[in-house]
């Protein structure tokens, strides 16, 4: 038992999630915390990072929130700067911002050819380069540390064609491949305690999506029934689901998985449908 809980301890680490604010973000941050993490959560939104700080608890001396906008690279240093000098360093990155834009969303009587470029391009600068740059300025400082844990969060875009989402899939494909460039760099120029990565979300029933997947009673739309078709848990998942495997990637029980892309669907990802 004594050595579980050594592989699994990360008492005192220090955790940097981007995208704190959000539903995913928030519920990580809430496992590392009671797990004995350090947190520090960003968010662009001052109203959005009270909100988040006063349900993970403001009073907690292992919390902090700061505002941070991960496409602004001089605000990213400060930040950095700013944990640095409240917490001493920084152990393990999460990099959750990201989202889908509207534009860049096929809509149901459209074609590929009314994509506008300017659209595709919002929805790769926010969830592709709002996780590079973090992990060039928060990563150079775990690099400098020679140990420590990115994870980054992909999606099932990502890998399997989901319809209308063009931009968040080839986005979130991207990050999928940085994931695997990056866990080579920092291996071979910085050490082997340095671990990069990724996660990919199944279907996650929250406030954003439930309108898209279910009914106002509660039953499902056509989209949501097939999406349930090609889950065979026949579920949707819950965010603090993924707090499982987010434990698992920040600690030392996972110290020799590098390059990793980890589905958290409920076998979404593996079904035909046949």
């Known amino acids: 038992m004594d050595f579980l809980k050594s592989i699994y301890n990360i008492e005192n680490r220090v955790a940097v999630i981007t995208g704190g604010t959000g539903i995913l973000g928030g519920e990580m941050a809430k496992g590392l915390l009671a797990a004995g993490a350090k947190v520090v959560i960003l968010g662009t939104n001052q109203k959005s990072l009270k909100s988040k700080l006063d349900l993970l608890g403001n009073n907690n001396e292992n919390l902090l929130g700061l505002i941070c906008n991960v496409l602004n690279e001089d605000n990213i240093h400060s ?7 409240h917490f001493g360093r920084i152990d393990i990155l999460i990099n959750a911002a990201g989202g889908h834009v509207a534009g860049a969303v096929i809509g149901e009587n459209q074609s590929i050819f009314d994509l506008k470029i300017s659209e595709f391009k919002k929805v790769t600068d926010l969830n592709l380069n709002g996780t590079v740059l973090p992990t060039l300025v928060f990563g150079k400082t775990i690099a400098d540390q020679k140990s420590g844990s990115i994870i980054n969060i992909s999606s099932m875009t990502s890998f399997r064609t989901i319809s209308r989402a063009v931009g968040y899939s080839a986005a979130k494909a991207a ?13 071979q120029k910085f050490g082997n305690k340095i671990r990069v990565n990724v996660v990919a979300p199944g279907f996650l029933l929250t406030s954003q999506n439930r309108a898209l997947l279910t009914n106002e009673d509660g039953s499902l739309t056509e989209r949501g029934k097939a999406v349930i ?3 065979p848990f026949k579920r949707f998942g819950e965010p603090e689901e993924l707090i499982g495997t987010i434990l698992w990637l ?9 390059g990793a892309l980890i589905p958290i669907d409920g076998g979404f990802s593996i079904y035909s449908g046949v």
């Open 79 to 85: 930040t950095n700067e700013k944990i640095l000098n």
């Open 250 to 258: 920040a600690s030392d029980a996972s110290k020799f998985v590098t």
């Open 229 to 231: 078709s090609m889950t």
């Open 175 to 187: 990050v999928d491949n940085f994931t695997k460039w990056m866990a080579v760099e920092l291996a």
